[in-house]
């Protein structure tokens, strides 16, 4: 069975960092993007924070770049999430999701294609 499990969440304090990882089973994550996202309590899922492609190429949004990054390690076919300088603000329940790249158009194509996991939670808090 094709699916994506992540990993790593915890309860931390501000400015700590935290790892997150995006395993895939069943598939290979060649040829697949691979975006992590995030909801907060009470809260809408935001949008991509990170998304890593298969050529290699990773991109952050605006609201975490500097803090967040994501790498891949194909030999382990899995997707990291390094999260530093962790704020209160960055609670949330954090999903990835392992999206074909040949259906990758725009920010719906993860919902309408991607697969999504179960997601794990990060609590900052002092």
């Known amino acids: 069975q094709a699916r994506v499990v992540e990993s790593g969440g915890a309860l931390v304090q501000p400015g700590d960092s935290l790892r997150l990882s995006c395993a895939a089973s069943g598939f290979l994550l060649t040829n697949f993007a691979v975006g992590w996202f995030r909801q907060a309590p009470g809260k809408e899922r935001e949008g991509a924070l990170c998304?890593?492609?298969?050529?290699?190429?990773?991109h952050c949004a605006d609201s975490v770049k500097g803090r967040f990054a994501i790498s891949r390690v194909e030999a382990k076919n899995t997707v990291f999430l390094q999260m530093n300088t962790l704020q209160v603000n960055d609670t949330a329940v954090y999903y990835c999701?392992?999206?074909?790249?040949?259906?990758?158009?725009?920010?719906?194509?993860?919902?309408?294609?991607?697969?999504w996991g179960q997601g794990t939670q990060v609590t900052v808090s002092s």
């Open positions: 999701n392992a999206l074909d790249e040949d259906y990758y158009d725009d920010e719906d194509s993860w919902v309408n294609y991607g697969a």
């Open positions: 998304v890593s492609k298969s050529d290699g190429s990773a």
